[in-house]
């Protein structure tokens, strides 16, 4: 219902005819856009756009070619990781977020998949075990290794890992105190002090990422539970204007009335709390 909306327009006027916003993952270094490209596309799903949408479709495409090698990411190449390894993760994350049926992006997702299988097989986190299947199976050329407590690792393997696999998985990220790199820097075992926060809608991000993956979701009925006790006299939910961060919030047009606030926090927690509550199958 947001596609037509002023942001949703600003964000697609802006995408250039490869199908990028200038740089994709890095604002460090100079770019004319005013935006990443992955900032657009998170947003761009944040206001419900797919792969059926043309805008979608062109930047998917323009990731396919930069995963084949036809084209390369502008970002300055980091030397932190092995970059052709970083980047064939993030340009695959982000395909599979809208599709599935890329056999590039599948491709990095199974490798990804097979290294946090290895990496809990005891069971447990088992970092040697994890560095040991990262190099035998990611095979790097060198630099720092991307570390599991990221929001690529745990993206790209949603619908790939087995129950407990997943069960093991979640455990860790939840009792971790530094929760999701790029998402929430915070334990989520640990429920937000104030629901009205850029840090409530933060720790969300990182349960919405968490309930993608099927095999996790009856652990997050915490999560479930303290969103129900959250709701307003009206039986709705509104997170106050402090959450308005361009990325996860405004959906609706106008916050100048607390009426469509109130509409965009109900709507996005409501989509959350029922992703927990589906099954696992």
Not at 13 to 19: N, R
Not at 29 to 36: H, K, M, Y
Not at 163 to 174: H, N, P, Q
Request: charged share 30%; glycine share 6%; proline share 2%.
């Amino acid at each position: 219902m947001h596609k037509n909306g002023r942001w949703a327009r600003q964000i697609v006027a802006l995408q250039d005819d490869e199908g990028k916003w200038g740089n994709f993952h890095s604002m460090s270094q100079f770019s004319a856009a005013p935006v990443t490209t992955e900032q657009a596309l998170r947003r761009l799903e944040r206001l419900g756009f797919g792969i059926e949408d043309e805008c979608i479709q062109k930047a998917v495409a323009y990731m396919d070619d930069c995963l084949a090698g036809k084209k390369c990411i502008p970002d300055h190449r980091e030397k932190i990781h092995d970059w052709d390894v970083f980047t064939a993760l993030i340009l695959s994350t982000w395909i599979r977020r809208f599709t599935r049926d890329n056999a590039r992006a599948n491709e990095v997702a199974d490798k990804w998949a097979q290294v946090v299988t290895q990496t809990f097989s005891g069971g447990v986190y088992d970092q040697e075990r994890y560095s040991e299947s990262y190099r035998d199976v990611i095979r790097p050329s060198g630099g720092r290794l991307v570390g599991f407590l990221n929001f690529y690792p745990i993206s790209i393997t949603a619908g790939l890992l087995d129950k407990e696999t997943c069960g093991a998985a979640t455990d860790f990220i939840l009792q971790s105190a530094c929760g999701i790199y790029y998402i929430c820097d915070r334990k989520l075992a640990e429920l937000p002090a104030d629901f009205c926060s850029r840090d409530a809608s933060r720790y969300l991000a990182a349960i919405e990422l968490l309930a993608e993956h099927t095999f996790a979701r009856h652990k997050l009925g915490f999560v479930s539970d303290w969103l129900e006790s959250c709701r307003n006299g009206r039986g709705r939910w509104d997170m106050g204007k402090s959450v308005c961060d361009k990325i996860f919030f405004p959906l609706s047009d106008d916050w100048r009335t607390c009426v469509r606030r109130e509409a965009d926090c109900t709507e996005r927690i409501s989509k959350l709390i029922s992703a927990i509550s589906s099954p696992d199958r």
